[in-house]
């Protein structure tokens, strides 16, 4: 008989990694759209100097955003279902 608490384990484990890919993919975003906005903002004669604590926030979203991309990819979980005998 398999044991339930490993498995719930396991599926827990999955789960938080699918929750963790996912808020990578949603703060990439982010700070995808905020360069952009900047981007646009420049284009209209806002100055670097003006927009650089709004570009210092991109770039440390997307410093976090890296950090827990690599945790991810470092504990990728169990690669099956494990069964015990």
């Known amino acids: 008989m398999p044991n339930a608490?490993?498995?719930e384990d396991i599926e827990q484990v999955r789960r938080t990694k699918g929750v963790i890919e996912s808020a990578t993919v949603v703060i990439l975003g982010f700070a995808a759209?905020?360069?952009?906005?900047i981007a646009q903002?420049?284009?209209n004669g806002a100055t670097a100097e003006e927009l650089?604590?709004?570009s210092q926030v991109v770039?440390?979203?997307e410093a976090a955003a890296n950090?827990?991309?690599a945790a991810v990819a470092q504990n990728p979980g169990p690669p099956g279902p494990v069964t015990t005998g």
């Open 41 to 43: 903002a420049m284009a």
């Open 67 to 69: 950090q827990l991309a």
């Open 52 to 54: 650089a604590p709004l």
């Open 5 to 7: 608490t490993l498995a």
């Open 33 to 37: 759209r905020v360069d952009a906005a």
């Open 59 to 61: 770039d440390e979203t």
